[in-house]
């Protein structure tokens, strides 16, 4: 196979569909960039997780892949390939695995299609690479370096790299301003939801009994993090806390950006492995993520400054949504006291 083209004057990358996914293809991002320093860079994203590119450095134009709306079923991506037909790119990276990301851009005629070859997507990329059998021994973020490789590109350092816009970090310090005004001077974040099954979500019974002793000290509040689908736990973990003042629910509340302006002012955030987990390693908060049914080999927080908290069983990681044995022990033997000791643990460094 014939190296990528190395003289490009458009650029299209395809963005993973999940948040944790895309903050770890943020290496891969400025590896491209370092490889194509003159050449415009679009990447092309779903909106939940556009956020995290708004503000690089290595990109200069966001696309949103409205797969929802008007790129929806089989004309909608038609309707995308036209699109991208028109912006006359003239070649593609695709950071995305499935065959769909390889099919549209096909259609839209981009000449030279770089990706893995997974999904049956052979003969639908000009540049294929084969992944290597080694992968589920390393971090999800060699996984996306080793593909530039695989296509004759120089990939560099891989620290994870997501930016604040500069108008969030201001709406993120006058939001917390009025907090530290009531005396409170650390925050500690909180996230109890996680998007991929039950099975990654430590209860919410024990994200609450370890508010209950975070709050017992008088200069710290919480922050609970989450979508709309996280305000049953975040309401038991608020109900646990005595002082109400000390508590706050943003569970549906914030945008990506915003949660991610607040958790970069986190002194430390709590979380199950998710994609909140991997804006917090960016961010290079002080992390305790909490592991059951996933590796935290390849997905774990790609941070020297976070903490895992699992449970040593044979049977895990399962990476099942749902606990094949019914038994769920991976997360219920967790116990609240040793994430309440990591949490410490940061808090007093």
């Keep these: 196979m014939e190296s990528f083209p190395r003289r490009i004057r458009k650029l299209l990358v395809r963005s993973t569909n999940w948040i944790g996914d895309a903050v770890m293809t943020t290496p891969a991002v400025r590896s491209i960039r370092e490889n194509f320093p003159d050449t415009e860079i679009t990447i092309l994203a779903l909106p939940w997780v556009a956020d995290i ?10 696309l949103l892949y409205q797969k929802d709306k008007r790129h929806a079923g089989f004309k909608g991506k038609l309707q995308l390939a036209r699109e991208l037909r028109q912006e006359n790119f003239d070649a593609v990276i695709l950071l995305q695995n499935a065959f769909e990301a390889a099919f549209i851009t096909f259609l839209a005629r981009i000449p030279a ?22 992968v589920k021994g390393k971090h999800q973020v060699h996984y996306y370096q080793d593909m530039l490789a695989g296509l004759g590109l120089t990939p560099g350092n891989d620290d994870l790299e997501v930016e604040v816009p500069v108008e969030l970090s201001r709406w993120a310090d006058e939001y917390l301003r009025e907090l530290s005004n009531k005396g409170f001077t650390k925050i500690v974040g909180l996230n ?15 994200f ?36 109400k003042n000390k508590v706050v629910s943003l569970c549906g509340e914030t945008s990506l950006s915003q949660a991610m302006a607040l958790i970069k002012r986190c002194r430390v ?10 804006v917090s390693a960016a961010m290079q908060t002080p992390t305790v993520a909490v592991f059951g049914s996933t590796n ?3 997905t774990g927080p790609y941070s020297d400054k976070a903490s895992i908290v699992r449970s040593e069983l044979d049977c895990s990681p399962c990476l099942k949504t749902h606990c094949p044995k019914d038994h769920f ?7 609240v006291q040793d994430v309440f000791s990591a949490v410490q643990q940061h808090l007093s460094t």
Aim: charged share 30%; glycine share 8%; hydrophobic share 35%.
């Design 53 to 62: 590119f708004r503000a690089s450095p290595h990109v200069d134009h966001v």
């Design 192 to 206: 109890p939801g996680a998007a991929y099954g039950p099975a990654k979500r430590w209860p919410s019974e024990k």
């Design 296 to 298: 935290p080999i390849t």
């Design 208 to 243: 609450a009994d370890l508010a209950r002793q975070i709050s017992e000290d008088s200069n710290t509040i919480i922050l609970i993090f989450g979508t709309d689908a996280d305000q049953e736990a975040a309401g038991e973990i608020s109900r646990a806390v005595d002082d």
């Design 113 to 134: 299609r770089g990706g893995y070859t997974t999904d049956g997507r052979r003969l639908l990329l000009t540049h294929g690479v084969r992944k290597k059998p080694d």
């Design 269 to 278: 955030f709590v979380t199950n492995d998710s994609g909140l987990m991997h």
């Design 329 to 335: 022990r991976c997360m219920e033997d967790i116990d």
